[in-house]
């Protein structure tokens, strides 16, 4: 650490726009409105965090008790003479667009093109908003949560197999698969059988 | 793909041809190519032999980690992370590791930790060495790159030897590593940090003083502090612009606040400067690997918690309890307790990060991996610009891409 903390600061700007502020697993995230996103960057930036780390997404729609939007966009950024760290969180809906901030940021072109492939968030005034790494015959957007893993079936000799989506809905708790098992691999997840129940708040939950 | 990389290609052809009106070539360079590094494609626009711009195509690589990632258990996931970036895997690991026990408040053991440091700097100096290698390689110079790989070979025998395999090591676990360190092995690190600085000596040697090498890098592909900051440049590659950030210092995790250790910087951020910073790394490194193994003690090598890891062995046959454990934890792992965490680490490309959600659940809810490689690899164009098509590879190399850590 060097240099005294321009964190507080940026916050309290930050605040000034609606931000919320929350402290999630020792980092500060900021909460601002979609259409605040490019104020917000520039005044962080302004204010010192020099560096964009990184531009990601979470898809909330399987997240136990989640209410709001389905997407948040988080903006990762760092500063290089505090060694701090800024999260600026943006809530999406399915099928809404947030602001691209490519034009306060020119190295977030590959982040929100990233964002883009993978969520299929669109980024409003982005310069070349196209796949990044999928290709281009594939449908559909990999990191959402409805897209489906393609896996094949396990054959074994005596020709028993082990189909993956059975299995996993079993490890997800949600049908008893072919294991038989219907354990709390995901806790929250409330089985049809009714063996897994949500848990309280904060619970880290014992094996 | 950089703020003044267009203008400054207008501004070149406009002093070059002024109102006369010239063409530029476009022409694809990879992703087949023996100077991409892998599967890195460029389209690259040339004015006669000067570059005027140079687009990265990727995701020749793109495997869909993060995806299966969320299919896995927590402990499962250690073995696609070091996938990604597999010249400097087991930063990978420790940063995933490290992730994950953040989570879960996980008590390492000091004999784990010094275990981690010391392999993950070891494997830090075979990343580099391969840098090396084949950046010298890509401007024509062959013979060093037999010299790099038969320190490299030394150092994946030692890793070899610890973890079973030479590249997809997998060693470490949330909560600790998976065994302890084989007979012998402080005994052939020993040796090798006793020879390698005469090896490093004498590349060092084999470049800085090699009149053609340094016409090559010599105030070639200048990126100045500002646009690496742009492009979200890090790692040595930032350091040689000036961008003095290196986490192990100015964040420690795993102990490494307990080490003493210089980060070498420089001005000029050339290609110089970039091939230098990362010989002058090793030397750090190796002074890492030195203090971790002086100081490695017996002791546990796993968070003694019965939730997070596997019982011993022994205990297997005489206690019911363990059975219980070793159970619940094969058949379904840990339940890390909902949240979010971020932990940035520096690895041999600059800062490797992971961000994890959890649910509650026994797999992770959503990983993201913030590689080094990809935001690095924006800083070609920039570098590029209005030098010639060879100094364009020499920039490349000076990156030291992987286009595992870039395509994920």
Known sequence: ?207 | MNADAPGRADVLREERHGDFDTKLMRINVGPVHPATHGVLRLVVDLDGETVMGATPRIGYLHTGFEKTMEHRTWQQVVTYTNRMDYAHALGHDLAYVLAAEKLLDARVPERAQRIRVLLTELNRIASHLLGLGTGLLDMGALTPFFYTMRERERILDLLEMVSGVRMNYGYFRVGGLSRDLPDGFEAKVQAFIDDFPAALEQYFAMFLENEIWLARTRGVGVLSRETALEVGLTGPSARASGLDVDLRRDAPYSGYEDYTFDVPVAEEGDAYQRFVVRGEEMQQSLRIVQQALTRLEPGPIRDPDRRISLPERHELETSMEAVIFHFKLVTEGFHPPMGEVYVGTESARGELGYYLVSDGGSMPYRVKVRTPSLPNIQAIEPASIGGTFADMVVNIATMDPVMGDVDK
């Not at chain 1, 960057?41 to 209410?67: M, N």
């Not at chain 1, 943006?90 to 020119?106: F, H, L, Y």
Request: glycine share 14%; hydrophobic share 35%.
């Open chain 1, 1 to 207: 650490m060097s240099g005294a903390s321009i964190l507080e600061d940026v916050a309290t700007r930050l605040g000034e726009l609606g931000g919320e502020r929350a402290d999630r697993g020792g980092d500060v995230h900021v909460a601002v409105p979609a259409d605040a996103i490019r104020e917000a960057v520039r005044r962080a930036r302004a204010g010192g965090f020099e560096q964009l780390s990184d531009v990601l997404a979470v898809d909330w729609s399987e997240y136990p008790r989640h209410d709001g939007p389905r997407f948040t966009v988080i903006y990762h950024l760092f500063s290089p003479t505090t060694m701090e760290r800024l999260f600026l969180r943006v809530a999406v809906g399915d099928g809404e667009a947030v602001p691209s901030i490519t034009p306060q940021w020119r190295g977030a072109d590959v982040f929100e093109r990233e964002v883009y492939d993978l969520f299929g968030i669109p980024f409003d005034g982005h310069p070349d908003l196209r796949k990044l790494v999928t290709p281009e015959d594939l449908d559909g957007h990999p990191l959402r949560k409805d897209f489906d893993l393609g896996e094949s079936p396990t054959l074994f000799n005596d020709g028993r197999y082990l189909d993956p989506a059975s299995f996993r809905a079993g490890m997800l708790g949600r049908d008893a698969g072919r294991t038989g098992w219907v354990g709390g691999a995901r806790k929250g997840v409330v089985s049809e059988q009714g063996r897994d129940e949500a848990p309280s708040d904060g619970d880290g939950g014992t094996p």
